[in-house]
């Protein structure tokens, strides 16, 4: 059974860090492309960032280039979401999904999709 479980949330304060990971069981995902994305309350969800599968290459959203960082680990079956200088704009829940295709692209559809995990930057 696929399943993923995203974890890392919690409370931060502005400015501060935290990262994020999600495992996937069930399959092995080490030929598609990986993406994060999040959801505020009373927001659509929004495309964050995204990892290609042979390549490694990253997209990452306007809005958080140069503060977070995609990465993946194939052995593991695990890929993070290490985000920096983080700013209350950034509360969201999170969610990892997997593309059934190689090449990472935040403006399409995902296949699969975790539970998410919660994130709030406040003082």
């Known amino acids: 059974q696929l399943q993923f479980v995203e974890s890392g949330g919690g409370l931060v304060q502005p400015g501060g860090s935290l990262r994020l990971s999600c495992v996937a069981s069930?399959?092995?995902?080490?030929?598609?492309?990986i993406g994060w994305f999040r959801q505020a309350p009373g927001k659509e969800r929004e495309g964050v960032s995204c990892?290609?599968?042979?390549?490694?290459?990253?997209n990452y959203a306007d809005s958080v280039k140069g503060r977070f960082a995609i990465s993946r680990d194939n052995a593991k079956n695990t890929v993070y979401l290490q985000m920096n200088s983080l700013r209350p704009e950034d509360t969201a829940v999170y969610y990892c999904?997997?593309?059934?295709?190689?090449?990472?692209?935040?403006?399409?559809?995902?296949?699969?999709w975790g539970q998410g995990t919660q994130v709030i930057v406040s003082s």
């Open positions: 990892i290609s599968s042979s390549t490694g290459r990253t």
């Open positions: 999904a997997v593309r059934l295709f190689s090449v990472c692209d935040l403006m399409v559809e995902y296949d699969y």
């Open positions: 069930g399959f092995t995902w080490s030929d598609y492309a």
